[in-house]
């Protein structure tokens, strides 16, 4: 039960200007945290020294923060994959930014206050840590919710409001070629369901006498995609999958976004958020 809620999907945040925004703001709340509660020593100071303290708190969460979702992910990989981001990923992830902070903060505290406090230094990051803990996790948990629910109301909505119109209706029984680690193979055009992309290989799954078959092609996603580029039914709904829209016959989602769903096939794809607009203007028409 905890793994599978630890894994329920969630959404990474992409847009750099919300990310600058999101630090400025938790650097203001914890100038006013430093400032009203004085921990690590700072109720034997002034006034004025207790606030500029808390002022160049304020800005050392603003500049971890902003390193942490700016600078870090461009050399950690798994800080910008989208698709394998998860309710455990965000809660460490969170929990990560109060620690490095935290540390930061106690130890400016040594240098300004003058007095080396074991409790200050070591104890003080770690308890942030954990008692934050339970309330980053339900708020994490009960923001899922709210947007997994939200995001179906909607996936529904655009469900009802699909066409079905087939694209490949007069180029049904064209042929398309895909090299493999087995030479070249052909494919009905209108019998291929979806590329998809991974650590190891592209793959190509199609329709084999009325069985979802995977094929292994020896190509990248782009050069794939070439072979496909004048029908007008295949489309790139997220870096790492190409779809046959004329095989979607519904939309579902999860807290990440819009998933599409394919007939006679239990594998569900997703979609991009940036392409959410886009996806449902492309199965209403």
Known sequence: MFNKVANTPYPLLQNKLIKTGIALSWGLFVTFIIFFLKPLDLA???????LSFSICGGIITTCVILFN????????????????????KEVIYILWNVFVVSILVAFYSFFYVGEYNLYNIILFPIINVFSLAPFVGAYVFMNEKILSKS????????????????????QKDE????????????????????????????????????LMSELKLMMTLKEAREELRKYTAFYRCQKKWVVNLDFVVSLSANARGYLLDFKDCKIKVPVSRSLSNEITNRLAK
Do not use: Q
Request: hydrophobic share 45%; net charge positive; aromatic share 14%.
């Open 44 to 50: 034997a100071l002034n006034m004025s020294e207790v």
């Open 69 to 88: 979702a700016l600078a870090l992910p461009e050399f950690f990989v798994p800080l910008r994959n989208e698709m394998e981001w998860a309710i455990r």
């Open 175 to 210: 042929i398309v070629e895909f090299k493999t680690f087995d030479g070249t193979k052909k494919i009905k055009v209108s019998e291929l369901i979806f590329l998809a992309e991974n650590k190891k290989y592209v793959a190509a799954y199609y329709f084999n006498n009325g």
């Open 151 to 170: 995001l179906n109301k909607e996936a529904d909505a655009i469900s009802n409001s699909m066409n079905f119109k087939k694209r490949l209706t007069s």
